[in-house]
């Protein structure tokens, strides 16, 4: 079995069940939402079927498909969003396992299109590196597969506009890790800005963590494509495709000299300061003082 050591098939579809049980404890496959899958060989994937809970699989039901998402076997149908998995396969030969559900806090940075932000945490840095959003599409269909097709390469967890994650690795425990850890990064995110402010280490900084990265194995856009911000915006750019979210609520302006504080309301989150406004409020005070004085 590709790179799934001496495990044998229903072996794997325990495992597949056992994430299944996690991602529905977790909050990240609420209903029947989300699907798991595994590369047996080149032509063929374990996936999960549709309408069932994840939480409550067992390995017979899950289901056999071949490198165009046809089943080959199983008693139930199979994921309705088979090509979307296939899709990173195709472009991954180092890939034996996906997963996608919908974590509900980096699903809302997904809704919200906010670029997640580099240069915050050193293990985000190291171990998941910059993440994309892909386009919206109606899930289900081949065209909605084909947004994750230009970020593949470049990563190993990318958001799906108003929908959800996907994420992968070498191993089915890993593909699922990646899910943890972008979670509880944009809830430490989101926490973070309801304080008042987020706080950015430097590029320098940054490129000794991508160093370290370098040295344990792990890959990185920025290793590919030097030209990339280091921190700031993201280095997945018109290159890579013409959807680019620009960052609104964790703009880091740190990389121009200007502070997050001078550019983020503290209490209002992501709301840029505005001159006008600002000078709305004053006149409004004085007037409220004025008329205090002369009552």
């Known amino acids: 079995m590709a790179g ?6 229903y072996e794997l579809k325990e495992m ?34 549709t309408m069932v809970s994840k939480g409550y699989m067992k390995p017979e039901d899950i289901c056999k498909v071949d490198i165009k998402g046809n089943q080959l076997a199983g008693k139930r149908k199979r994921t309705s969003e088979v090509l979307l998995h296939l899709s990173i396969y195709n472009q991954r030969p180092d890939i034996n396992a996906v997963v996608h559900c919908h974590p509900p806090h980096a699903t809302a940075f997904a809704v919200a299109h906010e670029p997640i932000p580099k240069c915050v ?14 386009v919206y599409e109606t899930p289900g269909g081949q065209a909605f597969a084909d947004t994750v097709a230009p970020y593949a390469k470049d990563c190993n967890t990318i958001l799906l506009a108003n929908h959800g994650t996907i994420t992968f690795g070498p191993d089915l425990e890993n593909a699922y890790f990646n899910t943890e850890i972008i ?30 990265k370098k040295r344990l194995g792990y890959d990185d856009v920025r290793f590919r494509y030097p030209e990339s911000p280091m921190c700031g915006e993201s280095s997945f750019d018109e290159k890579f495709s013409t959807f680019q979210p620009r960052q609104y609520a964790f703009r880091n302006d740190t990389v ?26 004053r006149a409004i005070t004085d007037q409220v003082m004025r008329n205090l004085q002369s009552a």
């Open 16 to 49: 597949i069940c056992e994430i299944g049980r996690r991602l529905y404890a977790k909050g990240f496959a609420a209903a029947n939402d989300g699907n798991i899958t595994i590369r047996l060989n080149e032509r063929e994937f374990l996936c999960t079927p």
């Open 121 to 134: 945490l050193p293990e985000v840095e190291v171990f998941l590196g910059e993440v994309p959003i892909a």
């Open 256 to 281: 121009t000299g200007i502070g997050p504080d001078d550019v983020v309301g503290h209490g209002n989150l992501g709301q840029m300061e505005d001159p006008a406004f600002e000078t709305l409020v």
């Open 4 to 9: 799934h050591g001496n495990k044998s098939e």
């Open 183 to 212: 979670d509880s990064y944009c809830r430490i995110l989101i926490l973070s800005r309801q304080l008042g402010r987020v706080n950015y280490f430097s590029e320098q900084q940054t490129r000794e963590l991508l160093a370290l």
